[in-house]
């Protein structure tokens, strides 16, 4: 169990050169992998008593892992919200695993847990809120969203009598992690609120304004509000101040989903968009989203530091020895989780070596290649949804198209069959959309000519046979 020396360097030279090989192909790999994989090594590997070869294992990840399916790594990358996977985020890890640090309790590592803090504090400056709120920093959105979902229902008094009198909003477009954490949270059973959404999918203020009304004219009780900064279909941001307006004086607690679109709020130009966010009581922010980490680290943010520990705190007979020491608190108090891993690392360690400014110019350059997406796939004939307020947009080829729903989910087959780059799609009101979302950062101007190219290519070879 323990290697060393020859042994403990040919076990990190190989898997470091595996990694190594992987970084120098990886704009040639393709972005999407159609073929059916069966894993056959990967199969035929059961744990067995005696170990296996390195270099046997290294090929079974390399063969039945990592070549079958969507490749996140690649700038080909452009479907659902994808991130990319920056190098540092491995080091971190890294280093994270080896030395094993606990980063749940200040008192057993004090120095990651103030590293932990920091980089929340750091995400709490950015988005405007009091220096005195935090959070936790989580594996993603979802469990960020579950945690402020939780600590809102306690916060509010939300008691199992009252949840079927209890009232959350939010609109159509509020990301299914947020219809998953509301029913882990026991909220099922309360009324879910469905806020109709203008033409750019934002949540229409005045109907929110008179849903409230009548709820609380008809006896029940509202109590929260969900709101997105960045929606997935198509990143669209709610008229955030308005609404926390709302939430204000009608007393309910204020939800931000910023899990894909927060970290657009380093780009001077955009901080606009997000007027209003510094006013909610809780938010999602994704780091492996945003910040293009290898996926696992979301964070939620909350203002109100004594309703997310009243929410999750618990004391252990065997954990008498715990010194609580107030000014610096402990992640294991403000989550879920206990063991945890000491995944603030894997962003304090690129966001140290690199500095801000190489994210914020990465963030620029994918609005940018989104704007240019939009405005030439017009040019080539495609229907577009709404201007993009950030990095994703919808498109669909409609023009003479007799079953455009039909069109475009071959369209997208041939695109995803092609493989070079790889495009998801969504439906809105029945209407099928194909989506385009940069956010790899590995994804340049010549990515996006190449999808044109692609789409153009398969648009014509499958028109003659879909029109009459
Ligand atoms: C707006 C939004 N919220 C929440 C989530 C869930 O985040 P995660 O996948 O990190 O759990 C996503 C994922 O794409 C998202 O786009």
């Known amino acids: 169990m323990e290697p060393q020396g020859q042994d403990l360097e040919d076990l990190t030279k190989k898997i470091v050169d ?87 309790v200040f008192y057993a590592s004090p120095g990651a847990v103030q590293l932990e803090n920091m980089v929340l504090r750091w995400m709490i400056e950015l988005i405007g809120f009091p220096k005195i709120s935090l959070g936790n920093l989580t594996s993603g959105g979802s469990i960020a969203n579950l945690i402020a979902i939780v600590t809102a229902r306690d916060a ?20 299914h992690s947020v219809h998953k954490a509301i029913r882990i949270a026991g909220l099922a059973e309360a009324h879910l609120q469905e806020i109709d959404v203008d033409e750019r999918f934002k949540m229409d203020v005045h109907k929110l304004k008179t849903q409230i009304d009548s709820d609380i004219k008809n006896g029940l009780l509202p109590f929260l509000v969900i709101a997105s900064a960045g929606t997935t279909d198509i990143g669209a ?13 009608s007393n309910l607690w204020f939800h931000v989903d910023a899990a894909y679109g927060g970290f657009f709020m380093l780009v001077d130009n955009l901080k606009a968009k997000f007027k209003g966010i510094e006013k909610a009581d809780s938010l999602t922010i994704d780091p492996h989203k945003g910040l293009f980490l290898a996926y696992g680290l979301g964070a939620v943010i909350i203002k109100d530091v004594e309703a997310l520990r009243n929410s999750h705190y618990y004391q252990a007979n065997y954990m008498q020895d ?23 690392l894997r962003m304090w360690l690129p966001l140290q070596l690199f500095g801000v400014s190489v994210f914020r110019k990465a963030l620029e350059e994918k609005i940018l290649l989104c704007q240019y997406f939009y405005q030439k796939i017009q040019e080539l004939g495609f229907d577009v949804g709404p201007d993009p ?59 996006i000519d190449e999808l044109l190219y692609i789409l153009e290519k398969k648009r014509n070879s499958l028109q003659p046979c879909t029109q009459n």
């Open 237 to 249: 941001i709610d008229p955030l101040d308005e609404i926390a307006d709302i939430a204000s004086t």
């Open 322 to 344: 715990v010194t609580e020491v107030l000014e610096e608190p402990s992640p294991a108090d403000l989550s879920p989780e206990l063991t945890k891993h000491f995944r603030g």
């Open 18 to 104: 595996y990694g190594h090989q992987y970084l120098n192909n990886v704009d040639s790999i393709n972005a999407y992998s159609s073929e059916a994989s069966e894993a056959k090594l990967l199969q035929n590997a059961p744990f067995a008593e005696d170990g296996r070869n390195l270099d046997d294992l290294i090929n079974i990840i390399k063969t039945d892992v990592d070549k079958p399916g969507i490749n996140p790594a690649s700038g080909g990358h452009l479907g659902y919200i994808p991130g990319g996977g920056i190098y540092p985020t491995a080091m971190g890890d890294y280093l994270a695993a080896v030395v094993n640090k606990y980063a749940g």
């Open 389 to 447: 307020e950030l990095s994703v947009c919808i498109y669909r080829f409609a023009d003479g198209i007799d079953d455009k729903n039909k069109f475009n989910a071959e369209l997208i087959k041939a695109v995803q069959n092609d493989g070079r780059i790889y495009i998801s799609s969504t439906t809105i009101d029945g209407v099928f959309w194909l989506r385009l979302a940069v956010l790899v950062f590995r994804t340049h101007k010549k990515t």
């Open 156 to 175: 509010k008094g939300i008691t199992s009598e009252k949840i079927k009198k209890s009232c959350i909003y939010l609109t159509k477009q509020a990301h």
